[in-house]
Structures are given as structure tokens and as C-alpha cells.
């Protein structure tokens, strides 16, 4: 039972490129979530989803796109990376949110 | 909207000593409330939850009451341990389906031998 994947674990890319970071979970788990971690900010929601085919935006979602084809998978794609895009992004599933987060080990990404 | 308020650190504590980290929050109705654990360099991960008032989370030594009087979630530990030291995260959802989850800012415990 691997959990919450992520990949890549680190990245770094200049200022205007894109790529996609990689979530996976094996639980058969509704709802998945993207945040990001910021010194003295906490952790910020970027996107979710509830359900295959069925995502929504969080407080923070400029800048990023997500797609749910499939209950395992939750990419999150940078469109145009910028250096305020620096942080560390986790990848979070659960069956229903009242019942707590399964995480995954995070990707730090630095944008020069 | 909803907030969690926690103690600011870092907490320093020698090996064996009593741990507590305060948080409190603001919602409306009953939420569910988590303590969350991040090692370094780790993702976070559940610690304890508790659904309802009066309840007690527990697990791995540490336990929280839900205390809806005061709207409080406190951490505590007996006796820490060096490999205890981390950053702790209270948290609050409401129940049901998918809902937002405010995190609090997070508390860096060092626990010194």
C-alpha cells in the first residue's frame, strides 16, 4: 500500500517554463487536494478535486491548471513557472475530509 | 470564516518533559479537529483527530481533548522524546462530503537530550 506518490521530488526550472507534478494515490480515495507550503504562511489550498472528471479551485489557484481522469491520479501543471511559485507542494486524498488527509512526501520546486 | 490559532514557536524542551501545544479555533457548527506532524523533509501526517465534544484523540503518547467550551484542541505529551521533535499542525473541517480544511500555522518542537 504505497499511499500518496509524488514525483518529482525536487525540480528546479527557470522563469517561464512549465511542467506538471505528479500525484498518485492508491486508496480509492474521493477527494484530493493541492497545497502549497510557504515559510510563516502555513499551507495554502491550490486545487481540488472531488471525484474523477469533477475539479475546483482553492485560494491560491492562479497560475496553476489540474485535470482528474482518473480516482488515482491528480496532476497539477505549471503553465508559465515564476520565482513566487518557489515553495513546496504536497498532494493530499481522502475519503471525506472530517476524517483527516493521507499526504504525500511533497516536490520542492525552485524557479529561477 | 473558519481560523485555528496555535502557539507560536519554536517549543525547546529537554528529553522526558511534559509537552503541551495550544490551539483554538473558530468555526461555526461542530468541525472535526486534527493534529498533524510533519518531520523534516516529510509530508504531514495525521496524528490524532476527534469528531465531536468532549472527545479524546490519541496515538503514539500524545492526546487532545475537544473542548467546545472553550473552542480548544491542546496537545499534550507525557514524557518527549528527542525523536518527537517536528512541526506539529492543528486543523479544523467541517464534516461531511468534501470541505475546506484550515490549517493553523504549525508549532516547531526541539527536543533536546
Known amino acids: 500500500n504505497a499511499g500518496v506518490t509524488q514525483t518529482p521530488k525536487f525540480q528546479v526550472l527557470k522563469t517561464g517554463q512549465s511542467m506538471t507534478l505528479q500525484c498518485a494515490q492508491d486508496?480509492?480515495?474521493?477527494?484530493m487536494s493541492w497545497y502549497r507550503q510557504d515559510p510563516g504562511m502555513g499551507l495554502r489550498l491550490i486545487h481540488y478535486?472531488?471525484?474523477?472528471?469533477?475539479?475546483d479551485q482553492g485560494e491560491v489557484p492562479n497560475g496553476y491548471n489540474v485535470s482528474r481522469s482518473t480516482t488515482e491520479d491528480f496532476p497539477l501543471r505549471l503553465l508559465s513557472a515564476a520565482p513566487s511559485q518557489t515553495s513546496v507542494y504536497f498532494c493530499?486524498?481522502?475519503?471525506?475530509?472530517?476524517?483527516?488527509?493521507?499526504f504525500g512526501s511533497g516536490t520542492r520546486l525552485t524557479v529561477v | 470564516g473558519d481560523s485555528v490559532t496555535q502557539m507560536e514557536g519554536p517549543v525547546t524542551l529537554s528529553e522526558e518533559a511534559f509537552l503541551t501545544i495550544n490551539c483554538t479555533y473558530t468555526?461555526?457548527?461542530?468541525?472535526?479537529l486534527f493534529w498533524y506532524v510533519q518531520y523534516p523533509g516529510e509530508g504531514l501526517q495525521l496524528l490524532l483527530k476527534?469528531?465531536?465534544?468532549?472527545d479524546k484523540g490519541s496515538n503514539k503518547g500524545f492526546e487532545a481533548t475537544y473542548r467546545k467550551e472553550t473552542t480548544s484542541f491542546h496537545l499534550e505529551k507525557g514524557s518527549v522524546q528527542v525523536s518527537d521533535s517536528a512541526v506539529y499542525f492543528c486543523?479544523?473541517?467541517?464534516?461531511?462530503?468534501?470541505?475546506?480544511?484550515?490549517f493553523g500555522t504549525g508549532t516547531k518542537l526541539q527536543v533536546i537530550p
Open positions: 493530499a486524498s481522502s475519503y471525506g475530509t472530517g476524517l483527516g488527509y493521507t
Open positions: 486543523a479544523l473541517s467541517a464534516q461531511g462530503g468534501y470541505q475546506k480544511v484550515t
Open positions: 486508496m480509492n480515495h474521493e477527494y
Open positions: 476527534a469528531t465531536k465534544a468532549d
Open positions: 468555526a461555526t457548527g461542530y468541525p472535526s
Open positions: 478535486s472531488v471525484g474523477a472528471g469533477i475539479t
